[in-house]
């Protein structure tokens, strides 16, 4: 038996107006889902415990079979993981965003902040900025480290945990009242805006008619974390297959290899078919028992609040990574469970994440369900089955206890 994870990031939401009062997952035309929804086991699932920040990287550990409350350690040291940081005990990592505030006149703090990941900006730019950064904010004890996209990580030698807002959740918002307390990241926050504001790159990019990556952004703070093997709890061989550094840093720490796929960064415009090519490859033909698919897009399309590209996103999984799998393991005689569902809901009207409960959808290849008639949220809540520990989902999946 094989098994697949597709997290579709985000892919939840509200019912909204513009719609018919329906949510962006009931209103996509998502026919694969639909016709796997009646022979499926359909039901809501809680990713994100209670008290804690609705995340992807408290949901996706929940999803991985990993209680947040015990193994979460924040975001960032999880990204550091996947690009090849080794953390000391006493080190503290943040997440360095390259964001676009407001270019108006006057001080730092009476900006706005437009775009959390400055137009998804390529990695190549970002990497030259990044470097402006290190030159230009250099103090003894930081480091900046390149990441992915806009995705970038500041490690502080014995630093302190700080609390710091995430910069998607004051999209269209000044910032004078999330700024940090702390006056060095403060300082480089600041500095950050003068050193980017007229870079090269950013000058090119007003020119293409794209945000410019004018500031860093700070947040995620955490320490070194430790999370037992994935393979050891499971008894499954796993690969990871995603562009984010998070979800790859998950997969380092539990141990799973990780896939790469050319083109496949993050946004709207990744290479879903790769994705699902190594998938299928790595079940079929290397000799693995677990992959865990994501997709980040229909996420990145809430944060921006684009009904329409949100649509297309879940469009998007449904076409190009779903019916390849499906079909792939289907012509290689191979028997499967199926796990499909978002890490948390990225409403459009929210442009962040929420901690409700999402749908899932289960299916096996050997063993037919008495399912719904399609895959959304009404339907998945109208079965009356939650999970109100989502961590637990993965046991269900793999039809056994985990060590």
């Not at 015990?70 to 993981?81: D, K, N």
């Not at 900046?144 to 490690?155: E, K, M």
């Not at 079940?283 to 949100?310: C, R, S």
């Not at 959304?376 to 269900?396: M, S, V």
Request: charged content about 25%.
């Amino acid at each position: 038996m094989k098994y697949v994870v597709v997290l579709s990031d985000g892919m939840a939401g509200r019912p909204l107006a513009q719609l018919g009062g329906r949510t962006t997952l009931e209103a996509a035309e998502t026919p694969v889902m639909d016709a796997l929804a009646p022979k499926a086991e359909l039901g809501m699932a809680s990713m994100v415990p209670e008290g804690m920040a609705p995340g992807s990287d408290t949901a996706n550990l929940s999803v991985m079979g990993y209680d947040p409350r015990i193994y979460y350690t924040g975001r960032s040291p999880l990204e550091a993981l996947s690009i090849g940081v080794r953390m000391e005990e006493t080190d503290v990592s943040f997440r360095c965003n390259l964001v676009t505030l407001s270019e108006e006149a006057g001080p730092y703090e009476n900006r706005e902040m437009i775009d959390h990941s400055s137009d998804e900006i390529e990695t190549e730019e970002a990497a030259q900025l990044l470097k402006a950064l290190e030159e230009g904010l250099g103090k003894e004890g930081f480091r900046f480290y390149t990441g992915t996209s806009y995705r970038h990580l500041l490690v502080w030698k014995e630093g302190e945990l700080l609390e710091m807002t995430p910069p998607h959740d004051i999209l269209g918002r000044g910032i004078k009242e999330y700024l940090p307390s702390d006056p060095v990241f403060l300082e480089m926050m600041e500095k950050s805006y003068d050193i980017l504001e007229h870079h090269p790159i950013n000058e090119a990019r007003r020119k293409r008619g794209l945000h410019p990556a004018n500031s860093a952004w700070f947040w995620g703070a955490g320490k070194k974390p430790s999370l037992p093997n994935f393979r050891e709890r499971t008894g499954k061989k796993g690969i990871m297959i995603s562009a984010v550094d998070l979800l790859k840093g998950i997969a380092v720490g539990a141990g799973m290899d990780c896939a790469f796929v050319e083109g496949a960064n993050g946004g709207l415009h990744t290479n879903y078919e790769g994705k699902a090519a190594a998938a299928v490859g790595a079940l079929t033909e290397k000799g693995y028992d677990f992959a865990y698919i994501h997709i980040e897009a229909p996420d990145e399309m809430g944060h921006q609040g684009q009904v329409q590209d949100k649509l297309t996103a879940i469009e998007y999984v449904d076409q190009r990574v779903l019916k390849p799998v499906v079909e792939g393991l289907r012509e290689a005689r191979e028997e499967f469970r199926l796990l499909l569902l978002p890490d948390h809901p990225t409403p459009i009207e929210a442009r962040t994440h929420t901690g409700e409960a999402v749908p899932y959808l289960l299916y096996d290849s050997t063993r037919p369900m008495e399912g719904q008639e399609a895959y959304n949220e009404k339907t998945a809540a109208r079965t009356g089955r939650n999970w109100p520990d989502g961590y637990q989902l993965i046991n269900h999946l793999l039809q056994e206890e985990l060590c």
